[in-house]
């Protein structure tokens, strides 16, 4: 974990009820868990509508982080080992096929990585 969630969980610790090693980060007052389908209702949701970010069905639930951390992961270090290891999978195929996904930028770059490969410094003459 980076160095600025460290703090966020040390600041939510230090003013936690339950603060025994077993009991959960976040949840209710009596330490018991929070209902995933009340958190996606009440919390996500509300929160990707206000951003205006598009939720499709049984695409935009938590399980979506771990898509997006994968893929993160590997455009930031091109790193797709690190990826697997860090969401924890056994197999580098689940991680390649299902857990990382090519971010637009990251296809326009290639785009004119082709390009120029192809046309050189010539391309750039033609089309400015």
């Not at 610790?13 to 007052?29: M, S, T």
């Not at 996606?40 to 970010?53: E, N």
């Amino acid at each position: 974990m980076g160095p600025l969630l460290l703090e966020v969980l040390k600041k939510h610790w230090a003013q936690a009820i339950h603060r025994e090693w077993a009991d959960l980060v976040f949840c209710k007052p009596d330490g018991s868990s929070w209902n995933p389908d009340v958190l996606r209702k009440d919390v996500l949701y509300p929160v990707l509508d206000r951003l205006r970010l598009p939720r499709a069905a049984r695409t935009s639930g938590f399980h979506r982080f771990r898509h997006s951390a994968g893929s993160f992961v590997n455009s930031q270090t091109g790193n797709l080992k690190l990826a697997q290891r860090m969401l924890g999978h056994s197999r580098f195929e689940t991680t390649a096929n299902v857990y990382t996904h090519a971010l637009e930028e990251q296809e326009r770059e290639a785009a004119v990585a082709v390009e120029q490969a192809i046309f050189g410094e010539y391309g750039r003459l033609c089309w400015r």
